[in-house]
Structures are given as structure tokens and as C-alpha cells.
């Protein structure tokens, strides 16, 4: 079995565990590369409908063309969608111009997690992250606890082997479930590209610049790139040494900002 | 870098593009570039798990920092990056830092989880588990360890072999990670001496032959200055062997379990449409459709009809070990998650007892006579440690042997080797021949509090299979509930002293009775005057209590009869132990819920006085815990509603019983 089908067969073999001792669950879809990896695994695990619905928290800074693909995927996927939007922390004007990153990210995304969380008490929620993102992710477990404020004790973390998973959770408490933490940036676009697994028009060079991730427009920024199809963006990432999330503006506000983000709940 | 914030996106992505394609090869193909058809334009490298292990402060974090370091695996500009931090903060640059992700770790100079970091050879790609190696963190070390295929384990030259150097050693070969290199590391710091280097080879050689490892390399190594991990310097010219790097490409990929007999635990049933599908990974074997295989524990045999998959043109042919399939099956048969899929002829061991060997993680220690929760493949039950035979010290391997009269208990990050009686039967193998199925976790509390693997000699294996099944007669408990017109049931009445169970068993008992029904009751109270009367109530006691009760219940169900038991039962896990004892659907959990006020105030026989005053121990409610029920097929309120009501309540639950065959008559 090659690399690529040893991961696809794992992360499905998580999607099932996941969906078998939750049965209130549900799957943030940001509509990146990686969520939407997620949802074809998701489709493999229990072949082709997924039992369980999508979250998209809106931050309201979306490129247009995401908000374009979310109407588009959304039928083809046959996704049963939630949108939350953190309306009062809009109306309160928080945004980029207003704030720093680290602030208007943890309101706008993690805050209005939180509430979607508490008004759908869900137990689970799974997520894209992978080991390779950053290094405070490289810590993570396949299935990592959220305790009721929604911080992760990475100091105390519960043992994770042989495929055997932590599957209880206390009332107000979830799990975060994370099929993909096992595969890099490259893996996705292998897979990604064996799969033809449909994603936004912005990964794209346009222009010679690219986004390697995708975030909010004021503090995404994309790369400079010629890469204009994955098998170029492949060819790229095999000889890049600049990390995937350098565009991303929040990670580098300050030092050690995505493990104070992650510690309050932030993916 | 500070936070550059846009006001617009820019302009080559401020508005959507039209009608764009989604997929990525229409994208391509739109763009009138070549066809992308999804193959690799290059063959894969394999990735391969190696775990970095060994007493605190002997210097492995350091160790994989200079190796990525001298194997250009950094990303740009990190190594300035880290060196910069560390000037602006006064500290002086450690190699360990490029790995320590945590600001605790940071500070305290520590490894507290498991970091992986991914670095190629031009043979294959690694990923590098740096484990911590402090003894607070043995949890994670074990989390890192348990995915590698090998390790490197980790001595300083001055120290030499230390606690968690034996510990971490034991920890693997449990684990069943057998490919190992010892690096000793700090050479400079016995001055590079081969004398020193070959003392502690020797002494570590020793102690590892004793586990049965047996290792590839010892390599002399000093990870600070880069000596023997790519390149050599000048300092140990004596070292003829390999350096680190070509060290590496030696290890061999794991174990291959395609070839072995078919073992595919079930996950789960899906039934979205028409299809049942039966979905699990195959952990050993591989299967076919026309297959034949048999489902244990329970002895269901079936055909396999189909291999489902979602989104390909041609149906599969075949799955081998590590896939995620679908079956559905040519027969309808009652199969659900745990039962293992094995050819007829090589099935899995299946029984109630197992002797382990384990290692315990949990904050509690693991004692004799109590429930834990036991997880193995996807099989899940209850289980009562029956015997703990001996602790083994897991640094000097010395073990301590079980005595009469005195109970072991095994702590934390302690060895042992015990007998576990399971609730349920469990179907296995022995570790060393197919390992998914020969190991297993235990849980306490709901966490993961410990593992263990399972050993068959051939004698046991003789043993195992001659070992007695249970017994059926030719009368089923289908064919009794046919001629009673009724099913057979346990009715379990729990709640507090004074919350009125006795009342509504006696009501319920006299009502379904004068229907003509087969009924009978069992107070709690009574199976201790006689049954029980050897048990007090100690928490292992209460539990053993509950559990004859159980199977008392379980029995009578069987029998066609509806048994009512009314018992305080305080426990979640002990109920739900007797839950999964008996039929499903056939279990009705009945709270029988009034408020501790009430019930100190009824006080029928002067219990909550006695206790209030001291003169009894452990009253639930007073003195020992009560935990309701999480999801009881009844919750009464008897504060609230009259007898009558209750006990119509009841009967109802009995009455919806789900049957295929029969229409009750109750």
C-alpha cells in the first residue's frame, strides 16, 4: 500500500471511530485545501452521505470567490450546512482596521465556535489540522479533549495508542477529532490531485502570486508563484523551506501567538 | 514580522472569476495546459516513524535539532530565527529548541509531549518522534513510541544507563517496537573515550538481551557539536561503524500483516439505503468477495457478497490489512461492532479470561477485584482484574510476587503481569503472531489508564481451544416468549433507600401476575441475606454484589421470565455492566427518583436516621455516592406521581418491547 492510501485508510478509520462514539457531532468546514480533503474522506468513510452536518463560521472577511464555492459545494456534496456569523462582535465593529489579528481572530472565529457549540451541544467536533502547520500542532492527539471553556491542556494530554481513542466527554466539554493530522501540505495536494477533489480558484497563481493558505482577505496574504496548476504547486512545495501559514498575519503578532490562540480554543 | 492588515483583497482576487472549475482537472484543462490525469508524476517515497527515547537530559531533542540541522531539513531561516529569540530573551542557543514547541518547554528546558518532525534521506522520508523523557510524561513517551516502526534510544556517555534508559526499553518491547539503534550521546564528555563507549555497550547489551532486544547499532555520538549524526569530525577516529544518517536507511519497514489469517473488526453498520453495510479495517489478512467467514465471539457465519466503495467505476476485487472497507453480506445476519470477521478455519482465541502482561498509566493504581473498562480492536466490555500475579519494577526488572493473603496493587508506570475476567466474551490472538488483535487498553474512569498485550504458548493455545462453550439447550428464549405471548425481560429498579423501588416492585409483581404473566422479584436486600451474604460494601463488594444480581436477572430473562429487581445500585458502570450481560432491548433501567429530602423523610426502615448519626457506613446518599442514570429507559418521580401511575409506566415500557415474530399479548 503506497503513502498516500496508508493515510486515506487511517483518517477514514478515524472518521468511523469518531462517528461511532459521538453521535452528536459535526465538521467546521473552513473551504480551504484541507476541509475539503476532509469531506472526501468523509464521503469514502460512509460512502457518500455524510451523517453529520457542516459548520462554516462566517467571519465575514471571506474572499467573494469562497463564498462562491460554499454555494457550489454545498449542492454537490450534498452538505447539510450551519452558518454562524459572531453578529455581536461585528456590531461592535470588530475588525481588522480596528484590532489586532490575534483579537478579531479569536472573536470572529473562536468565539462564534464556542456559541455554535454551546447552542447544538456538540461532543465532537473534526477538524483539518495537521502535525506540520505548526509546532504547537505537532502535539496534538487524534483525539484531543476541550475542557468547558474550550482550552486544550497540552500539559496533561491522555494517552493515544494502538488506535484506541478518548471517547468520553463531560457535559459542556468536546473532543476534537483530527483525521488529518498525520499528512503534510504535500500529501494534500497528492491527494488532492489523485482524487480531483474540487477546491477554490485561489490556491492558483493569477498574476504570479498564489495563497498557500487561506484565511481572512485583510491578513491573508498571498506568495509570490507562478504555480498555476497542483502539478506545479506540487513541484513547488517539493523544493519551498518557507513555511505553509508565513502569509497567515495572526501566527506572527507575536511570539508564541498561535499556541496562546490555540490554548483559548482556536483550531 | 509584524501583522501587515489589507484594506481590499487584492485586486487579482477582489471579485469571483466567473463560472471557475472546481476540479482540478478541468481546471487545468481550461487553462489549455496538459491533462493532469491524477497519477504521480514521481513514485512515492515511504515515510517511516522513528521514536527518539531515553532518560531525561540525555540529550534527544538536541539530537534531533542537529539532525535536521545537518540534514538541511529546516525550514528558511528558522535556525536564525530560534538563535534570535534566544539573544533577545538572554539565553544561549540550544539545538533543543528548534523542537520544543511549548512555552513551558521553552522555559524549563524540558520536553513535556511528543513533537514530529518529518526529514529525508534520498532513500525515504523519516518522521521523528522526539518523546519526552522526563518520568512525568511516560504517557506521552508511549503515545510517540506506540506509531514507531523504530527507535533510537538515547545514553549519556557520563551517566551512563539510567532508570528511564531501562524503563523506556521495557516500554518498547511491550509496544512491539523491536528495531532499535543505542546512540551515546556526549561523548565529549568522557573525552571521547572507547574504553567508556564500549562499557556502557556492553552493560546496555546485557540488560537489553533480557527483554529480547536485540540492537542494530550503538553508535558513539555528540549531538551538540554534530559528531557521527551526518558527517564525523575528528574526535572519534577509533569509530569504524556508521554515522547516524547511514545508520538510518538500515532500519526495514514494519511488520507485514497481509499474509496472516483474515481479522477485520467491525467498526460499525451502516444503513443509509437498501445496503447493510458492515464497515472495519482489515487489521490482518485480506478478503474477497465469496469469501466465507465467521464472526467471533459468537460463531455467525456469513459470505461476503460485496466490498463497498463510494465513488469507484469497478466494484473491488480485494482489500489487504490497513484498508477501510464495506462489506455486505449474502446472509441477514445480527452482527454489531466488536465481533471480528475471521476465515472459518483460523479463527481468533475467544474467552472470558486473559492473562496479560501490562503497563499502567493511571493516576489511581490498578487493584485486584475492581471494574475497569477493557478495549481491544474495536471489541469493548467491562472487565474485574481477577489477580494481579506479580508487579515487575520496570527499571531493575526485579518483580515482586503475589502472596497469600496480600493483594498487589500495580502503580503507576509499573509492570505487570495479571488475569483479567471480562464481562463479555473476546475474541483474540497472541501478540506475537497477529499484534492488532493481540493487545489491547485498559480504561479506568473512561480514560485510558493503562496496556497490555496478550501471549499464547502453544499449550495455552491447546487449552483455549478445547476451552468449554457455553451450553445451549434446544428450547430458545424465543420459542418461551412465542408460548408466553410476553417477553422476557429485567426490570431494574434503581434509586436511593426510601425512593420507593420495593412499592412498585410489589405493585408491579402483583399486577402482572394477576394478568398471568411469568414474573418474579428479587430484592436486593434478599440476595444479601443469602447469595450475597459474603459481601460487605466496600466499593468492590457493592460491585460484585450487582454483578450476581445481574446475571441472576439475566438468567430468569432468558428463561421467558419478567424479573423485577429492585436494588439501590449506585453505580453507572456497574448497571451498564449488566446492561450489556443481557439481551438488547430486553434491559429496562428504571430510575426510581425522589429527592434525598424525601426519602431521608420516609426513612421506612430508620436507615437515614442510623446513618445521619454515624452508626452506618457508606449510605448512599448520605455517606457513599448515588450517580443517576445517564439514560435510563424510565425515570419515575415519586415524589410527584401516585403508584398507579408508576406501575402503568412500567408495563408500557414491557409492552414496546421491540419483536419481529411475536405480537404480545400483554
Redesign the interface.
Known sequence: ??????LE?QS??IF??A??YFKNIAMPWSMGKDSNVLIWLA???????I?FPLLHIDTTFE???M???RE??KEYHDIDLIVRVNDEAVARGVN??NY??VTVTHELKTVALQRAISEFKWQALITGIR??E???R??E?YFSPRNAEFEWD??D??????N?????VRPGEHVRVQPLL?W?ELDIW?Y???????????Y?A??G?R?RSLGC???T??VPSEA????DI??ELRHT???ERSGR??D??E??AM?KLRAKGFM | ??????????A??????GT??????E??AA?G??K?T????VP????FYIVVVGHVDHGKSTFVGRLLADTDS???GKLAQVQK?CAAENMDFEYAFL?D????EQEQNIT???????FSTRQR?Y?IIDAPGHREFL??M??GA??ASAAFLLIDSREGVQDQSRRHALLLSL?GVKQLIVLVNKMDLSDYSEARFQEIEKEYTAFLATLGLTPQHFIPITARHGENIAGRGDKMTWWKGPTVVEALDGFTNTEVLDDKPLRLPL??V?R?DDRR?F???IEAGRVRPGDKIVFQPGNKTATVKAL????AEIPLASA?A???V?LTLEEQIFVE?GAVAAPAEQPPFVTQELAARIFW?GKEPLRQQRTYRL?LATQETSCVISRIDRVVDSVSLASTQSKEGHSLEVARHEVADIVIRTQKPVAFDSYDAIS?LG???LLDN???AG?GILLVDEKKAEQLRSHLHPTTGKVDRRAREVRNGHPGAVVWLTGLSGSGKSTIAGELERQLFDLGRQVYWIDGDNLRLGLNSDLGFSEEDRAENIRRAGEIARHFADAGTILIISLISPSNASRNAVRERVEKGRFIEVFVNSPLEVCAQRDPKGLYAKAKAGEIQNFTGISAPYESPDEPELELRTDLQSVEECVAQVLEKIRSIPSPEVDWTI
Open positions: 500500500m503506497d503513502h498516500l492510501t496508508k485508510q477514514i478509520f468511523r471511530e462517528y461511532h464521503r469514502k468513510a460512509f460512502y457518500g452521505k451523517p474572499f467573494p470567490e463564498y462562491q464555492f457550489w459545494a481588522y482596521e489586532d489579528p502535525r506540520d505548526d509546532s504547537t505537532a502535539k492527539r497540552y500539559k494530554q491522555p494517552p493515544e495508542f494502538w484506541q481513542f478518548t471517547s468520553s498525520d503534510t497528492l488532492i490531485r489523485r482524487e480531483n477533489i474540487p477546491i477554490p480558484g485561489l492558483f493569477r498574476e502570486k495563497f482577505w485583510p491578513i496574504h498571498p498555476r496548476t497542483v502539478d506540487i513541484e523551506k518557507t513555511s498575519a495572526q506572527h503578532h511570539r508564541n499556541q | 514580522m509584524s501583522a501587515q492588515v489589507l484594506k481590499e483583497p487584492p487579482q482576487y477582489a471579485a469571483t472569476s471557475p472549475a472546481f476540479f482540478p482537472r481546471h487545468t487553462l495546459g496538459a493532469e491524477g497519477l504521480l508524476p512515492e517515497k515511504d515515510r529546516l525550514p528558511d529569540a523542537l514547541a511549548l512555552l513551558e513535556i509531549d511528543t513533537t514530529r518532525i518529518l522520508d518522521a504517557k506521552n508511549v503515545t506506540a506509531s509496544l467498526q460499525d451502516y443509509w453495510i464497515a472495519g479495517r463497498e466503495a463510494w465513488g489487504v490497513g484498508e477501510s464495506g461492532r498509566l478495549r492488532p493487545r489491547f487498553v473512561q480514560q485510558i496496556g
